[in-house]
């Protein structure tokens, strides 16, 4: 029930409908739902994927406008699933949120 997580979303959701960019913002909002889990592991891999991902996703010209506008309605729903316990919608969310970079990368 964090309130930083309503801001980032909201944040997410203005910048895509604006076109902009939104890596901070997202970076964010993933790091915030780890921080509870105490699962440095977990928060370190996310991390190192972050790196990796901001330097890969400017080379691969990507996202696209319909792209920033699709992940970032899968942030809400992210964050809806994770909040009702809804354990299929959850991972039908991530799916949502990686169909973008999945599709550039093959």
Same mark, same amino acid.
């Not at 902009?20 to 964010?28: G, I, V």
């Given at each position: 029930?964090?309130? =930083?997580?309503? #801001?980032? /979303?909201? *944040? %997410?959701?203005?910048?895509?409908?604006?076109?902009?960019?939104? $890596?901070?913002?997202?970076?964010?909002?993933? #790091?915030? @739902?780890?921080?509870?889990?105490? *699962?440095?592991?977990? &928060? !370190? @891999?996310? =991390?190192?994927?972050? +790196? %990796?991902?901001? &330097? $890969? /996703?400017?080379?691969?010209?990507?996202?696209?406008?319909?792209?920033? $506008?699709? #992940?970032?309605? +899968? !942030?809400? +729903?992210?964050?809806?699933?994770?909040?009702?316990? *809804? %354990?299929?919608?959850? !991972?039908?969310? %991530? #799916?949502?949120?990686?169909?973008?970079?999945?599709? /550039? &990368? $093959?």
């Amino acid at each position: 029930q964090d309130p =930083e997580l309503d #801001t980032l /979303v909201d *944040n %997410i959701e203005h910048l895509a409908s604006q076109g902009k960019l939104y $890596t901070d913002q997202d970076r964010r909002f993933h #790091t915030r @739902l780890l921080e509870p889990l105490d *699962n440095h592991l977990y &928060l !370190h @891999l996310t =991390e190192a994927f972050w +790196a %990796i991902h901001t &330097l $890969t /996703v400017p080379l691969l010209d990507a996202p696209k406008l319909e792209d920033l $506008t699709s #992940t970032a309605k +899968a !942030h809400r +729903a992210m964050l809806h699933a994770a909040r009702t316990g *809804n %354990i299929p919608a959850y !991972h039908q969310a %991530i #799916t949502q949120h990686y169909t973008p970079l999945l599709a /550039v &990368l $093959t």
